[in-house]
């Protein structure tokens, strides 16, 4: 392959957050209702609305895992209880949490820009469900937080994604409209229905279309990146936890089929969020592609049945609004099919666990699958930059 000197943008980098995160810029009423840090049991645990949380083990971040060491774990290729793989911890290395040591590392990993998204923050949205003032300050707290710590453009190659709730339509407008005065050129929200004070409620639902138009007329990209969706409601319906708890990987858990984001994407399709908005442009982050090929059957299914519903091939409209940045273990042959090379985004998930310890190793995953060198570049860095228009 022609591919010396290659340069990445890679769609999916982490930070590990501060401790005061979500507290350095809470609002004095919400502080008790939020995040607070509490003793217990000797062990310093992260409280939540009262409660303590479980979604990560360690949300301290005082001892992590090196990144990619469950890689091959995802591939399928090792098994065994997620806690011995994970191989020797360390402290947390400067780069995770200070932009100007982080941006040293990119150069070393040949990354010349990159998306980046909450570890602790995607977990974050539903664990306050039953206060969802208080769920929209403590996100208000940690977008000022983030903008402080790591900006939304710093240097023109982190491009920190704020996260956005839409749970109160006008306060999503208002928190968007700030982030855009700071430049923001990527956020990230949670797939599923939103969950209002009145009820849950469908993203396509034309009480958010004045935030959509927003998005739309700015050019904001609007990420949906895994995370603790409504849809893990169904652990407890199929008689698990109710609660969310990263690496706990039972059967079941890995089993249950129902994706959040297609469904997510269904709807804006069919309830007519992108024909009302056509400037919207979404990116599918750390959600896998798997979803991508039931979607389109579902979709080509509809589109026969009524095709006067449907303003055109609701799969071409997908093609022009989104972009997937698949697992390193999917069918990239099958999801290039589907939605194009143009459409591909790198996802390495760096520096998490699940992810890719070097992120320019996705480049043998797409030579394997048939990419040739101009896809391959596209898919590990021209994408990214045409999406954010870098």
């Given amino acids: 392959m022609a591919l010396d000197g290659l340069r ?15 507290t350095r810029h809470i609002e004095p009423e919400f502080a008790r209702r939020c995040m607070q840090w509490a003793e217990v049991g000797g062990r310093t645990r992260l409280l939540v609305g009262g409660r303590v949380n479980r979604f990560l083990p360690n949300p301290t971040f005082s001892a992590l895992a090196r990144p990619g060491a469950l890689e091959q774990y995802f591939r399928g290729e090792a098994g065994g209880p997620v806690a011995e793989l994970f191989g020797e911890l360390e402290p947390p290395r400067p780069e995770y949490r200070d932009r100007d040591a982080r941006l040293r590392v990119m150069d070393e990993l040949g990354l010349d820009g990159a ?18 003032p208080a769920a929209r300050a403590a996100f208000r707290a940690f977008n000022r937080w983030l903008d402080e710590d790591w900006g939304f453009a710093y240097r023109g190659r982190i491009f920190a994604a704020p996260y956005l709730s839409l749970s109160d339509p006008a306060a999503a407008v208002a928190e968007l409209r700030w982030a855009l005065e700071r430049g923001v050129r990527v956020l990230v ?41 409504v849809y893990q409601e169904l652990v407890s319906w199929w008689s698990e936890s109710g609660e969310t708890e990263a690496f706990r990987m039972t059967p079941l858990r890995t089993l249950l089929s129902p994706s959040g984001v297609a469904d997510t994407f269904a709807a804006l399709l069919a309830q007519g969020t992108l024909s009302r908005h056509p400037g919207l442009r979404f990116a599918a982050i750390e959600t896998g592609s798997d979803w991508v090929s039931p979607l389109f059957r579902s979709l080509k299914k509809s589109f026969a049945q009524n095709p006067g519903a449907w303003a055109e091939d609701p799969r071409e409209t997908f093609r022009r609004h989104v972009w997937v940045a698949p697992f390193h273990e999917s069918d990239l042959a099958g999801l290039r099919e589907l939605i194009g090379t143009e459409r591909i985004l790198l996802g390495s998930d760096w520096p998490h666990v699940e992810g890719l310890a070097d992120p320019l190793a996705f480049v043998k995953d797409l030579a394997a699958a048939g990419f040739d060198d101009a896809e391959i570049r596209l898919v590990m860095g021209g994408n990214a930059r045409a999406l954010i228009r870098a």
């Fill in 8 to 22: 990445a943008f890679d769609a999916d980098n982490h930070y590990y957050e501060a401790l005061d995160a979500f």
């Fill in 115 to 132: 998306f980046f998204f909450p570890t602790l923050g995607v977990g974050m949205e539903r664990a306050l469900k039953d206060d969802l």
């Fill in 189 to 229: 929200m949670r797939a599923g229905p939103v969950l209002t004070e009145r009820g849950l409620k469908s993203p396509a639902d034309r009480m958010f279309d004045e935030f959509w138009a927003l998005a739309a007329e700015s050019g904001v990209v609007c990420a949906y990146h895994g995370g603790d969706d």
